[in-house]
């Protein structure tokens, strides 16, 4: 069974431009999560979907981040304008179902802003 | 206040021995809990999950969980240097939120 992909690995921005991450869940899983993860700090919920639905976006600075999973299955993560401290790793999970099932990780994009 | 708390160590066994991961936790009605090893630059690997009072084994790690206490535990039997890495705890929390919740993570250092 193929895990989680995400796309880019790496990303190299300066300050005020745009990025777009992109994540592909595994086949089956209804629900998918982003989470930002600072160095030295466990991974924080930004946003979770089930399907094409949000399902909890309360953390997500939704002043320059948006998500969206069209179709409910591949999901993408914008940051615009991107500022220095969104410098981290952005994982893409996937659960079968909700919140109680677990949740298996992609690989990560991490970011970095100068 | 954190919800999840972990201490970030580094925590450093040698070989064989028993490592020791603990976690505390805020929200009283949270229900299920996690342990996820998260080696250096990789994304994060759940190992164990548990959800009623007890213990859980699987292979070489033990999951104990004591609500009472809001408390967490993993074992470690027979440590190896592959186990070097950072564990992280994670739970969800009771109520309408239902958040997955990561504690800092713990690093664990198996010295051969």
């Known amino acids: 069974e193929a895990g989680v992909a995400q796309s880019p690995r790496y990303k190299i921005i300066e300050k005020r431009q745009s990025v777009a991450f992109w994540c592909n869940p595994i086949?089956?899983?209804?629900?998918l999560y982003w989470y930002q993860q600072i160095l030295g700090q466990g991974p924080k919920l930004l946003i979770q979907?089930?399907?094409?639905?949000?399902?909890?976006d309360s953390q997500l600075p939704k002043d320059r981040f948006s998500a969206e999973r069209l179709k409910g299955v591949d999901s993408t993560l914008k940051i615009q304008p991107a500022k220095l401290e969104d410098s981290a790793v952005y994982l893409c999970?996937?659960?079968?179902?909700?919140?109680?099932?677990?949740?298996?990780f992609g690989p990560g994009t991490r970011l970095t802003v100068l | 206040q954190k919800e999840v708390e972990q201490n970030s160590g580094p925590l450093s066994v040698p070989e064989g021995a028993i490592a020791s991961l603990n976690c505390t936790y805020s929200?009283?009605?949270?229900?299920?809990f996690f342990w996820y090893r998260q080696y250096s630059g990789k994304s994060p690997e759940l190992i164990m999950s548990?959800?009623?009072?007890g213990d859980k084994e699987d292979g070489r790690f033990t999951a104990q969980l004591n609500k009472a206490s809001q408390y967490v535990s993993l074992l470690i039997r027979d440590s190896q240097p592959s186990d070097s890495a950072t564990y992280l705890c994670?739970?969800?929390?009771?109520?309408?939120?239902?958040?997955?919740?990561f504690g800092s993570g713990t690093q664990l250092t198996v010295l051969p």
């Open positions: 929200d009283r009605g949270s229900q299920s």
């Open positions: 994670a739970v969800i929390n009771g109520g309408s939120a239902r958040q997955l919740t």
């Open positions: 086949s089956g899983h209804a629900t």
């Open positions: 548990i959800y009623s009072n």
């Open positions: 999970a996937s659960s079968l179902v909700a919140w109680n099932n677990e949740q298996f």
């Open positions: 979907f089930q399907n094409n639905g949000v399902v909890d």
